[in-house]
């Protein structure tokens, strides 16, 4: 990927007003925002969307809070968001950000080639997930995938997936979801789990949302028979 000079960023990881210049609203666009802390990738980024007539970059963010204002101010179509970004986990926020603004997919940007963080990514609620050496030849293509509600995956790390997959977790949860659904069984209040995992309460409460969703059960001893059913419950 090609990047051109830094873009001054001011002091709340926002961009300063001179950043935002050109980036204003087309009707009928893809409409984007595009978060990531390194300047010079932002830039790079936006002029590979840029070459697409069909998208529209409406705002950019260098830390996970600015993203996250973003597109809650915007309403974007599609959030390309950085895995590694200033001011919390960019994987415990995708399905916070699903909540908060639901018409907003995200494709992750990544330096990370690992199956286990597509995994989790995708797992979390995003549907593109693109490395960043690739992005020239597979970002455009995965904006206009998850704009269109489709999933998106480098065919090399997805067949990786898939090699990598683990027959024993069920219903299409995620790794995170199994282990929230494990401690949901084993009697922990969502405040128990998030102090043992490390996460929000909030995050906590997605989770178990999504794993009622996944599974289409609705009441907490059907979920703990579900984990029975499935081997979930090892020791504590």
């Given at each position: 990927?090609?990047?051109?000079?830094?873009?001054?960023i001011?002091?709340?990881?926002?961009?300063?007003?001179?950043?935002?210049e050109?980036?204003?609203?087309?009707?009928?666009?893809?409409?984007?925002?595009?978060?990531?802390?390194?300047?010079?990738v932002?830039?790079?980024?936006?002029?590979?969307?840029a070459a697409?007539?069909g998208?529209?970059?409406?705002?950019?963010?260098?830390?996970?809070?600015a993203?996250?204002?973003?597109?809650r101010?915007?309403?974007?179509?599609v959030?390309v968001?950085?895995l590694?970004?200033?001011?919390g986990s960019?994987?415990?926020?995708i399905?916070e950000?699903r909540d908060?603004?639901?018409?907003?997919?995200?494709?992750v940007?990544?330096?990370?080639?690992e199956?286990?963080?597509a995994?989790?990514?995708l797992?979390?609620g995003?549907?593109?997930?693109?490395?960043?050496?690739?992005?020239?030849?597979?970002?455009?293509?995965?904006v206009?995938?998850a704009a269109?509600?489709?999933t998106?995956?480098?065919p090399?790390l997805?067949?990786?997936i898939?090699?990598?997959?683990?027959?024993?977790?069920?219903?299409?949860?995620?790794?995170?979801e199994?282990e929230?659904?494990?401690?949901?069984?084993?009697?922990?209040?969502?405040?128990?789990i998030a102090?043992?995992?490390?996460l929000?309460?909030?995050t906590?409460?997605?989770h178990?949302?999504?794993?009622?969703?996944?599974?289409?059960?609705?009441t907490?001893?059907?979920?703990v028979r579900?984990?029975l059913?499935?081997?979930?419950?090892?020791?504590?």
């Amino acid at each position: 990927m090609t990047f051109m000079s830094e873009t001054p960023i001011s002091t709340n990881g926002s961009l300063a007003s001179s950043a935002n210049e050109g980036l204003t609203d087309t009707p009928d666009r893809i409409r984007i925002v595009i978060a990531d802390d390194h300047s010079v990738v932002r830039r790079g980024l936006r002029d590979v969307l840029a070459a697409d007539r069909g998208f529209d970059v409406v705002a950019e963010a260098g830390t996970l809070d600015a993203a996250r204002r973003s597109v809650r101010g915007r309403h974007p179509d599609v959030l390309v968001l950085d895995l590694k970004m200033p001011g919390g986990s960019s994987l415990e926020a995708i399905p916070e950000i699903r909540d908060e603004c639901p018409e907003t997919q995200i494709v992750v940007l990544t330096m990370h080639n690992e199956p286990a963080y597509a995994r989790q990514a995708l797992g979390a609620g995003a549907l593109g997930y693109v490395l960043k050496e690739a992005a020239d030849e597979e970002l455009v293509e995965a904006v206009r995938s998850a704009a269109a509600g489709e999933t998106f995956l480098n065919p090399r790390l997805g067949a990786r997936i898939a090699a990598d997959a683990h027959p024993g977790s069920p219903g299409g949860l995620s790794d995170r979801e199994v282990e929230v659904l494990r401690m949901i069984a084993l009697g922990h209040t969502n405040t128990e789990i998030a102090q043992q995992l490390y996460l929000s309460a909030r995050t906590v409460e997605t989770h178990r949302a999504h794993i009622q969703q996944k599974l289409r059960l609705s009441t907490r001893s059907e979920l703990v028979r579900y984990a029975l059913d499935h081997r979930l419950l090892g020791s504590d």
